[in-house]
């Protein structure tokens, strides 16, 4: 196959790739200058910092592309960060979640995807898209392993604010696994916490989702301990664990998203979230699955050794062109499908392999003889 040797031996860097892509995504220092004196929720200037320690800004499309999703959404956020006094290197690295993305191909599926520079801020729905996709991974192995409960408990709602609410109801669950009813019938599990918000009453309400390891649980018996453990609540829920997969998807979702439609409309809800949440963890392993990794690093999720053809910029320029290759990649991403082409395929690889910029005639090197087939 001349496309497996392709891929054998060093891959050179293609000459698109920025130096600062893979740097800590977080710049050292941001002088205060480089926020309008007029607009405080302005946009941070990047031409005020020091340029060693400049993150790439995110052109408009590469922008679009990553954030139109939730483009209302993130504007809100952003702008609440502000007055949740969160520090500007955050802020900044947040308003350039998305910069420099490069499109990249796996040479053995031919599958393409777009590697951007990312923020992974718990509130950026673009990075939470992808801390998702790892949790669910991780969580569907769980579920695979043995019989599992998706269990809900949920506190008494009362008028303390989120962040002391969060704290009583992660006490009280610490309380309940040392409980003996739970000891004898739970092995280990992972938590995840949802919070709402009551706008009739004014009231936060966080919760807690949970797998566990354990024979049947009866909601009664389980209610009981939740009232005896926490002196005031007794509203719990239980259920087997029969569909994996919809299950993982309805408790990663408040990791991928935790805003919830009934308070992230309104910004003096969303900055008090966001300041009582701040440095909070929001789900974790207990138990037997203790030290379980929920959050695995990209590299462990995805061994594959993935190509870079170009940047998005370059792919949207072509594509407008009529460019050959642009379109079939940019197929793929739109589909979410291999590249259905695989002699283009293999040509796209063969450019990303020996560093050839997108939109450079292809020199002699594309025949098959060239890399040895
Ligand atoms: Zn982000």
Known sequence: MPRTCMIEGPVTTPPLLSPTHSASPVPLAIPEGAIPEHDPYGLID????????????????????????????????????????????????????????LVQIDPVTDEVRIKARCCHDRWCRACGRTKRLRLSKALAEICAARKTLAVVLTPKHNDKPLGEQLTDLLANFAKLRRHPFWQQNVTGGAWVVEVTYNQKHRQWHPHLHVFVHSCWLEQADLSATWLEVTGNSYIVDVSLVENVGRAVRELTKYVGKITHRSWEHEHDLLVHAMRELNGRRLCNTFGSLKGTELQPTSEEVDARHWLCWGSIDQLFRMKDAGDRQALAIHKALVTGHPIDDPDLAWEICTHAHLGILPGDDPPHLLEPAACGA
């Open 46 to 101: 990047a031409s005020h910092l020091d340029e060693r320690y400049r993150p790439p800004s995110p052109t408009e499309l590469a922008t679009t592309f990553r954030h139109s999703f939730w483009q209302t959404a993130r504007e809100r956020a952003r702008r609440a960060m502000v007055d949740a006094d969160y520090p500007l290197a955050r802020r900044f690295s947040f308003q350039c979640c998305g910069a420099n993305p």
